[in-house]
């Protein structure tokens, strides 16, 4: 035991089937998934409450159509702050200073808006996690998920039976207890003690260093007007650099008053403890007015790591979240990835316990998770190493203020010095896109496990490796088995009004889209689901079918022909197709039963 002021236990345990460690984006939301599944659990945390201060806060399309099918993202947009404040990315030399350059982000730029529009029936969000948890935490109380706070976890064992023994700590009444489920769930955090006890091997690149979270309280509403961005790089050759703020970026937190100033200290400078005047001082410098009060409501402090496990989970112990994939928060991929992994593992679980599917369909999740964990750690390094090229081409890097001086003044000159710097700035500036409109990154994941079906594909190697970080800006939608349901508008022959294909896909069930010429594939849909027991539905898409192609961007992407089929599983991945409708409805009954018992591993 690790506590040291303690009673005794108590005698017998908890018996619960589903143990969450962590209310974060990972574990609340994993609460939230399992609760809408009929599941019903219990999750932890450590902490009095939930997150007091807003680490993660750009919530991307990928998370929110998650979240979308659970019916949550009308009230995460309305709590969110979707309009003008995430309209660019700015470098500056202070809040109220002097600009040296800007981009659109997040779908703004209007050469990208159309991309955004295409890719997902949701949109982009600042939506810092302090507002985000809560919803999340209230949803799954709602709906059958017991939460705990001031709860720590301490160890888990294994009963002879092969249930999970979970001893937790109640930091109010001082006393250790026990909790029996069939299942753990490691949503812990960086420091996760379940991966830790788990010993499973890390993917570890060095660190490169700490960076310092101060959260403050300052009206910078007059400032903002011409400034509108979501992310603001203060750059100031010219002033002594503080140690413990060597480089900082800022960013709104709540319109227009509270703001997160994200520093990042000198190399040698890591263990500094600032006074609390110290820091307002230095922000106000940042901000460059004065007059301006600014409150300290918080500071933390956060390791810049480039970590992936090499798995997930271990018999039934599935990790999730920051406890598997740590990185520093470019791309904005960190509490998105964690959201994913949740949906991902949370209809796996809720058919394996619904006996739907059998036990070997839960190895899939570390299979199809891993590797975009893998890639969004990457991602996010190679984002964070073109911000340091940036400062690196305007000379910000040195220690010495005179030659920090001499660059950005060179910026400015009319000499080949001047226009050789100038188009450095702007190379390092263009690749910083990659972060701030990496929509292949966030929507381009690429499943491979034996939950997806490949054998009727004419070519079953990818044409890429899949979830690398190469295809960072670019989403191509597509409905090779593994990639994502492509969005597409459908409505009625009298329109009702716009539904996307995830509207209909989701909510649980497997769905089958086929068109003119497939109805023999949704007879094979009520054949099979009532032979099996699996929630499927069959949707015609096509000129007087069940839905219209309005815009006519399903026939553009269904992959198949008319006839054929595109059947998507139940968190909405491509699990199989087929080209054209087969010679008989036998066959094709035949064929979706093979399909489905394999997908299910039944």
């Not at 002021?5 to 574990?27: D, K, N």
Request: glycine share 8%; aromatic share 10%.
């Amino acid at each position: 035991m690790t506590k040291e002021t303690t009673t005794s236990s108590t005698s017998e345990p908890l018996e619960i089937e589903y143990l969450i460690v962590g209310t974060g984006p990972a574990g609340a939301s994993l609460a939230c998934f399992l609760a809408y599944h009929g599941l019903k659990g219990l999750m932890i945390n450590s902490a009095p409450s939930t997150a007091d201060t807003p680490r993660a806060h750009i919530t991307n399309m990928a998370a929110l159509e998650c979240l979308r099918d659970i019916g949550l993202e009308e009230e995460l947009m309305r709590i969110g702050n979707a309009e003008g404040a995430m309209q660019h990315t700015r470098w500056c030399y202070s809040l109220a200073g002097e600009e040296f350059a800007r981009v659109y982000s997040w779908g703004s730029d209007p050469r990208r808006k159309g991309d955004y529009e295409l890719a997902s029936p949701c949109l982009p969000i600042d939506l810092p996690q302090t507002l985000l948890e809560p919803a999340l935490v209230r949803y799954a109380t709602q709906h059958g998920f017991n939460a705990r706070f001031n709860t720590s976890f301490v160890e888990f064992t294994e009963d002879d039976s092969g249930r999970i023994l979970s001893t937790l700590y109640d930091e109010v009444l001082k006393q250790h207890y026990t909790v029996r489920s069939k299942y753990l769930f490691g949503a812990d955090g960086a420091r996760s003690r379940i991966m830790k006890q788990l010993q499973i091997p890390l993917i570890s690149k060095p660190g490169k260093g700490v960076a310092i979270n101060v959260l403050v309280k300052a009206d910078l509403s007059n400032l903002i007007k011409h400034r509108m961005g979501n992310l603001h790089f203060i750059l100031q050759p010219d002033r002594p650099h503080s140690l413990f703020g060597w480089l900082c970026i800022a960013r709104m937190v709540k319109p227009w008053h509270e703001w997160m100033f994200i520093l990042f200290p000198h190399q040698q400078s890591w263990n500094l403890s600032p006074s609390n005047d110290e820091y307002v001082g230095h922000i106000r410098s940042l901000i460059g007015d004065s007059s301006i009060d600014v409150t300290i409501l918080g500071v933390s402090q956060w390791n810049i790591n480039e970590i992936v496990a090499e798995r997930y989970s271990m018999k039934n112990v599935f990790c999730l979240g920051d406890a598997v994939h740590r990185h520093p928060p470019m791309n904005g991929l960190g509490s998105n990835t964690c959201v994913q992994d949740a949906y991902n593992l949370a209809w796996k679980i809720a058919y394996v316990e619904k006996e739907l599917a059998g036990p070997e369909l839960l190895h899939s999740y570390s299979n199809e998770r891993q590797p975009v964990g893998f890639s969004i750690v990457t991602r996010a390094n190679e984002a964070f190493g073109h911000q340091m090229k940036v400062w690196e081409v305007l000379g910000f890097m040195t220690e010495d203020m005179e030659e920090r001086k001499k660059g950005m003044q060179e910026l400015g000159q009319s000499t080949l010095a001047g226009a050789a710097r100038r188009k450095a700035f702007k190379a390092a500036i263009e690749m910083t896109r990659h972060e701030f409109h990496g929509l292949g990154i966030e929507m381009g994941e690429h499943y491979i496990s034996s939950c997806i079906y490949t054998d009727d594909e004419i070519d079953n190697t990818p044409s890429e490796s899949p979830n690398t970080s190469n295809r960072v800006l670019q989403y191509l939608p597509s409905t090779i088995p593994g990639r994502r349901l492509p969005h597409v508008w459908l409505d009625t022959a009298c329109p009702k009004g716009m539904i996307s294909t995830h509207d209909l896909a989701g909510k649980g069930a497997f769905c089958l889209f086929t068109g003119h010429g497939g109805d023999s594939w949704k007879n094979a849909v009520e054949i099979v689901k009532n032979k099996l027991y699996i929630p499927i539905n069959a949707f015609s898409i096509g000129f007087r079918q069940d839905w219209e192609d309005v815009y006519m961007e399903w026939g553009r992407l269904r992959g198949v022909e008319e006839s054929g089929c595109v059947l998507v599983r139940p968190d909405r991945f491509v699990g199989w197709r087929c080209n054209e409708v087969l010679e008989t409805e036998e066959a094709c009954i035949e064929k979706l039963e093979k399909v489905m018992s394999a997908l299910l591993k039944r």
